[in-house]
């Protein structure tokens, strides 16, 4: 069945790069998403990339689409301590009625030191 | 437009008690999805709706559960009799057809059943 895999707990230092993996199993996901939940909320799009794309830059975000692996990551340059959250990784699953169903990884809490 | 509303935000309740959990998805969204999000499982897809038609319920937990959509502006999630088990933040999310279906979230209700 479909999954989507991704390590827990990211610590950087403020000002470094921060780079979030991610592999998932459905090779027919139209989009990959990066979502992002801030303690105390709901989770939030970041980003996403069409599964024909590379890769997409949005200022400090990066995301590299490898669908030959079947890997997806997020990279944050500069990281800011605002950017302590937890990443979540997650896949469409397009069926015959194009339901836009997400599968979601289990989330990396990414933790930024000053 | 406001977002996603849920309510109440946080629930505290006895075991055995029916729990009422609810959502206004955003105006014109023609989807609506049940999550759950624990500790130990991650986020859990629990239901979602097309025009107010239930489409896939194949994650509610059991029979316990149950969730409706009168009309395309409120849902409802209700558990009877609540368990411990089911303590959890539990998030509705709406999206519009087609796109590149980004699913918008609510702040999500905190439950703890005693």
């Known amino acids: 069945g479909e999954d989507v895999e991704q390590s827990l707990f990211l610590s950087v230092r403020e000002g470094d790069s921060s780079v979030i993996n991610c592999t998932y199993t459905?090779?027919?996901?139209?989009?990959l998403y990066w979502y992002k939940q801030e303690p105390g909320a709901g989770l939030q799009l970041l980003t996403y990339?069409?599964?024909?794309?590379d890769m997409k830059q949005d200022q400090r975000l990066t995301v590299l689409l490898n669908k030959k692996d079947k890997h997806l990551s997020l990279r944050i340059a500069d990281t800011q301590t605002g950017d302590s959250a937890i990443y979540f990784c997650a896949e469409s699953i397009e069926g015959s009625s194009n339901t836009g169903k997400l599968i979601f990884g289990q989330g990396t809490t990414l933790q930024v030191k000053p | 437009d406001a977002g996603v509303i849920q309510s109440p935000r946080h629930e505290v309740t006895e075991m055995g008690q029916e729990v009422t959990l609810r959502c206004k998805p955003i105006?014109?969204?023609?989807?609506l999805f049940w999550y759950r999000q624990t500790m130990m499982r991650g986020l859990e897809l629990l239901i979602y709706?097309?025009?107010?038609?239930?489409?896939?319920d194949s994650g509610m937990p059991e029979d316990r559960f149950s969730a409706k959509m009168p009309n395309a502006s409120f849902s409802t999630l209700k558990i009877q009799p609540s368990e411990p088990r089911d303590s959890a933040v539990y998030f509705c999310?709406?999206?519009?057809?087609?796109?590149?279906?980004?699913?918008?979230f609510g702040p999500g209700t905190r439950l703890t059943v005693l």
């Open positions: 105006s014109g969204h023609d989807y």
């Open positions: 999310a709406s999206r519009q057809a087609g796109g590149y279906n980004e699913q918008f």
């Open positions: 709706f097309n025009n107010n038609v239930p489409i896939d």
């Open positions: 459905d090779s027919s996901s139209t989009y």
């Open positions: 990339i069409f599964s024909n794309m």
